[in-house]
């Protein structure tokens, strides 16, 4: 699962990529790994792995990962190829979610594209540019089902008449993720990848003055994104690019409540972006290692445990589970026994974000 960055060339993208690929904003502990130049695994802040592995003192950590993609800063008529801009749409397509920074300062020094600011127009840019890319491959894909239709399929008809109505909605400047749609529309949108469907979080950059509050640039953002369902994070990523600079630990801290900050805006950004690629985490401890475990929301503890290894889950016989909050409180898994809150689950139970688990298994 990858969560792609997007953006018009200097809004920022690169300079909030390298701050989320700086394992220093997050925890001292854990290694930032390059894939591709312009790809990495973040690891995902979370105080609850922090916690176990003071109550268990284990060999080893491993956190939550999350795979970033900074991608190429797209320009007017990429849907067309100018710029990067097959390469821009190719990679957008490669990633599950989207994080669409948004340039909201003014800084006469850092040329703006379009020759002032205004995150509105940026974002309807980029919007429009996908919006004629999803269009192409809409059209393609419509005259397909249209000569399938023709032969009296009636599943076919069905198609057809769900593309035709996608294809007013965006051709009125809408993208594909507004789109009311049920099951079998839903299935249809799916097949055909369609880039203005994929989730997204609006990043708005913004200047150290407004790191902690937002500007007023930031409130006009908000209120575009209610209006779509969409999340919105602020940051000053410059002043976060400093923060990541800085080697000592309490140094890091100290800049951070001079500004009014309790913790770096990219801790923020990672957890969102997890959020955003529907994603939660499992937690298994012991002696040897306490590790932090991805999974889809909804995912079964078969499932959960297919994560580990597919035996596991061909396997199953049970899993026995200990609420976080549980094994924070009782400090140890046998205090939790002791407690009765040690739960027996079967392969229906639905696995909940922070459950610690032990997964029993025959192969």
Same mark, same amino acid.
């Given at each position: 699962?990858?969560?792609?960055?997007?953006?018009?060339?200097?809004?920022?993208?690169?300079?909030?990529?390298?701050?989320?690929?700086?394992?220093?904003?997050?925890?001292?502990?854990?290694?930032?790994?390059?894939?591709?130049?312009?790809?990495?695994?973040?690891?995902?802040?979370?105080?609850?792995?922090?916690?176990?592995?003071?109550?268990?003192?284990?060999?080893?950590?491993?956190?939550?990962?999350?795979?970033?993609?900074?991608?190429?800063?797209? &320009?007017?008529?990429?849907? +067309?190829? %100018? =710029?990067?801009?097959?390469? $821009? !749409?190719?990679?957008?397509? @490669?990633?599950?979610?989207?994080?669409?920074?948004?340039?909201?300062?003014?800084?006469?020094?850092?040329?703006?594209?379009?020759?002032?600011?205004?995150?509105?127009?940026?974002?309807?840019?980029?919007?429009?540019?996908?919006?004629?890319?999803?269009?192409?491959?809409?059209?393609?894909?419509?005259?397909?089902?249209?000569?399938?239709?023709?032969?009296?399929?009636?599943?076919?008809?069905?198609?057809?008449?769900?593309?035709?109505?996608?294809?007013?909605?965006?051709?009125?400047?809408?993208?594909?993720?507004?789109?009311?749609?049920?099951?079998?529309?839903?299935?249809?949108?799916?097949?055909?990848?369609?880039?203005?469907?994929?989730?997204?979080?609006?990043?708005?950059?913004?200047?150290?003055?407004?790191?902690?509050?937002?500007?007023?640039?930031?409130?006009? &953002?908000?209120?575009?994104? +209610?209006? %779509? =369902?969409?999340?919105?994070? $602020? !940051?000053?990523?410059?002043? @976060?690019?400093?923060?990541?600079?800085?080697?000592?630990?309490?140094?890091?801290?100290?800049?951070?409540?001079?500004?009014?900050?309790?913790?770096?805006?990219?801790?923020?950004?990672?957890?969102?972006?997890?959020?955003?690629?529907?994603?939660?985490?499992?937690?298994?401890?012991?002696?040897?290692?306490?590790?932090?475990?991805?999974?889809?929301?909804?995912?079964?503890?078969?499932?959960?445990?297919?994560?580990?290894?597919?035996?596991?889950?061909?396997?199953?016989?049970?899993?026995?589970?200990?609420?976080?909050?549980?094994?924070?409180?009782?400090?140890?898994?046998?205090?939790?026994?002791?407690?009765?809150?040690?739960?027996?689950?079967?392969?229906?139970?639905?696995?909940?974000?922070?459950?610690?688990?032990?997964?029993?298994?025959?192969?």
């Amino acid at each position: 699962m990858k969560c792609g960055i997007v953006g018009l060339p200097n809004v920022g993208k690169s300079t909030l990529f390298n701050c989320l690929s700086n394992a220093k904003a997050q925890s001292a502990n854990f290694p930032f790994c390059t894939i591709e130049p312009n790809v990495g695994m973040v690891t995902v802040p979370d105080p609850r792995l922090t916690k176990l592995e003071e109550l268990v003192s284990p060999e080893r950590v491993l956190p939550a990962t999350v795979e970033i993609v900074d991608i190429a800063g797209l &320009v007017k008529g990429a849907s +067309k190829g %100018e =710029g990067l801009g097959n390469k $821009f !749409l190719g990679n957008i397509r @490669e990633c599950n979610a989207i994080i669409h920074v948004l340039r909201c300062f003014e800084n006469e020094n850092i040329v703006h594209v379009d020759g002032s600011i205004d995150p509105i127009r940026d974002k309807e840019t980029i919007d429009f540019e996908l919006q004629l890319k999803d269009l192409e491959t809409l059209e393609k894909r419509l005259d397909k089902h249209r000569k399938a239709a023709r032969t009296g399929d009636k599943a076919e008809v069905a198609n057809a008449a769900i593309l035709e109505s996608l294809k007013q909605h965006l051709e009125e400047g809408k993208s594909v993720r507004s789109f009311d749609r049920d099951e079998d529309a839903q299935a249809l949108i799916d097949d055909c990848q369609f880039l203005t469907d994929k989730p997204i979080l609006y990043l708005c950059n913004v200047d150290e003055a407004a790191a902690k509050s937002g500007n007023e640039m930031v409130e006009r &953002v908000q209120k575009m994104a +209610k209006e %779509e =369902g969409a999340q919105v994070i $602020f !940051l000053a990523v410059a002043t @976060e690019a400093d923060i990541t600079e800085l080697e000592d630990y309490e140094e890091r801290q100290m800049f951070l409540e001079d500004i009014g900050l309790e913790e770096p805006g990219v801790n923020r950004v990672v957890r969102a972006a997890y959020d955003l690629l529907n994603l939660q985490t499992y937690f298994t401890a012991g002696v040897k290692e306490v590790r932090a475990w991805t999974i889809n929301k909804g995912f079964t503890a078969p499932q959960a445990a297919g994560v580990i290894h597919t035996d596991f889950e061909k396997g199953f016989i049970r899993a026995e589970v200990i609420a976080y909050a549980d094994y924070e409180e009782h400090g140890s898994e046998n205090a939790v026994k002791d407690a009765g809150k040690l739960a027996v689950e079967g392969k229906e139970y639905v696995v909940k974000d922070g459950d610690v688990m032990h997964f029993r298994f025959n192969v």
